[in-house]
């Protein structure tokens, strides 16, 4: 970092030693530009922060959505609304699974296994599949559209490695489509975050998104709902958005006096609120049959305040390991989590049953 370079770019990736780079390049007073989303979504304010002390910019276009303009949008395009929501498909890997799940019936091993054979998986692709990728990028597009940045474990997540091939049954069974979101919402206040697979219902423009591609829907106060979509990861995705921010660099440090950096958006919620989030859900069980499942699930639930709305179940040769579903009305994610602790234990439960909230328009 000694040598008189003008911009710094990182991208070998991972924690360390890419934070000591960064930060060192930034309090030399050098440009970053930085694909890292790892380090983003957990120092990304003290980066920024350094960044502005030392009059210098700090580009990361393409550590979230790839070759999706969707940072620099909403920094500047996208500024002077009020951001409501965000919901995005942030991790291909896991779209492509679950395009791989839904239309070709593998189950979830057999669809890993495709993706790695094209590319689209690393060899451990633990931290796709787990939700982490899209919970740090998450994380870093909640920085830029409500000016608040979750702190790590602050975002609910959950990965799509419990998925069965009978859930993109019923999801299809409920007109909906399984897609793995991000989803942070703006409520009186309070920001609400998740990653989550979610069922999502086939008239949103989300459930059409297929295959290794990316998608956000922002929502704003003045301009409603906007989506951008495109590749969101590979190496010519990724070139194009750190292309993109070397060149608006240079042309900063091209005019007289430079630039200031961007404006960061200033904190519009009080707290991250988790659990409260509301939805309807789908709730898939493996059960020994015996009659009165529906009964005993269903006093639970009401107990809770939690009303059925319709069950699924599939014509089935193994009555000892047999499938069904729930889809339930509305409810705090909190309130269904109680209800889920009371019926798991239950002794005519084969497996833990699976909990995914439902995205309706």
Request: contains cysteine; hydrophobic residues 45%.
């Amino acid at each position: 970092l000694a040598a008189p370079a003008d911009v710094v770019v990182e991208l070998i990736g991972g924690w360390q030693p890419a934070l000591d780079i960064l930060e060192r390049s930034l309090e030399q007073g050098k440009a970053v530009v930085t694909a890292n989303k790892l380090v983003l979504a957990r120092s990304g304010r003290k980066l920024l922060e350094l960044a502005g002390r030392h009059g210098t910019w700090l580009g990361f276009e393409a550590s979230v959505a790839g070759g999706i303009p969707i940072l620099r949008s909403l920094q500047d395009s996208l500024f002077a609304d009020c951001i409501v929501s965000l919901k995005g498909i942030l991790n291909g890997t896991c779209n492509y699974i679950l395009t791989e799940m839904s239309r070709r019936g593998r189950d979830f091993q057999q669809a890993v296994d495709r993706a790695q054979a094209l590319g689209y998986a690393e060899a451990d692709p633990t931290l796709d599949v787990s939700g982490q990728d899209a919970a740090d990028k998450l994380a870093i597009l909640s920085a830029l559209a409500f000016g608040v940045w979750p702190e790590a474990g602050q975002i609910p997540t959950r990965g799509i490695s419990e998925l069965e091939p009978i859930d993109l049954e019923f999801a299809r069974r409920l007109e909906t489509t399984v897609r793995l979101l991000g989803v942070a919402e703006r409520h009186e206040g309070t920001l609400q975050l998740r990653v989550s697979p979610f069922l999502v219902d086939d008239r949103l423009a989300l459930a059409s998104v297929s295959g290794p591609l990316n998608a956000v829907e922002v929502t704003g106060q003045r301009l409603g709902p906007i989506l951008f979509g495109g590749p969101g990861a590979g190496g010519d995705a990724t070139s194009v958005s750190v292309a993109a921010d070397l060149l608006n660099i240079a042309r900063k440090l091209a005019q007289p006096g430079g630039h200031p950096p961007e404006a960061a958006r200033e904190p519009e919620v009080d707290t991250v609120q988790v659990d409260q989030d509301v939805y309807p859900f789908y709730l898939r069980f493996f059960v020994r049959d015996e009659t009165g499942i529906i009964a005993r699930v269903a006093t639970i639930l009401a107990a809770e305040g939690i009303n059925l709305e319709s069950v699924h179940q599939e014509s089935w040769s193994d009555k000892s390991n047999l499938p069904f579903m729930m889809a339930v009305e509305p409810a705090p994610f909190a309130a269904i989590q109680r209800a889920l602790q009371q019926i798991a234990p239950l002794p005519f439960n084969r497996t833990a049953p699976l909990l995914v909230p439902i995205l309706r328009p």
